[in-house]
């Protein structure tokens, strides 16, 4: 399995980058991420998105649809796409730590 080092970590991740082990995430682990994707500073939009993907997820045991996460969180697609920039399935979902999606998220 790939691994990835954040922050002089190892975690595993499958062959897109997704942790495979939600429960070791961390912020650092989130700002790591962003990182990676040219976002320095995680904004309180940021983590409002990534805050509602991990309880659902623990709730539910998969990522909300896309319209759910708009819905719930206030946070309009357009919007979404500024704040993540891979959208809300490639940069918020692995920002928030779970496995890739396999829904439309």
Request: proline share 7%.
């Amino acid at each position: 399995m790939p691994q990835i080092e954040l922050n002089g970590a190892m975690y595993d991740v499958d062959e897109d980058g997704f942790l495979q082990e939600p429960d070791k995430w961390n912020e650092a682990v989130a700002n790591a991420f962003a990182a990676l994707e040219g976002v320095s500073a995680l904004t309180d939009d940021h983590w409002k998105v990534i805050n509602y993907l991990r309880t659902y997820f623990k709730e539910n045991g998969i990522a909300p649809m896309v319209r759910k996460l708009t819905k719930d969180t206030g946070v309009q697609l357009k919007y979404m796409y500024e704040l993540f920039p891979q959208g809300p399935a490639n940069s918020a979902c692995k920002w928030a730590g779970l496995p890739k999606p396999t829904g439309c998220v």
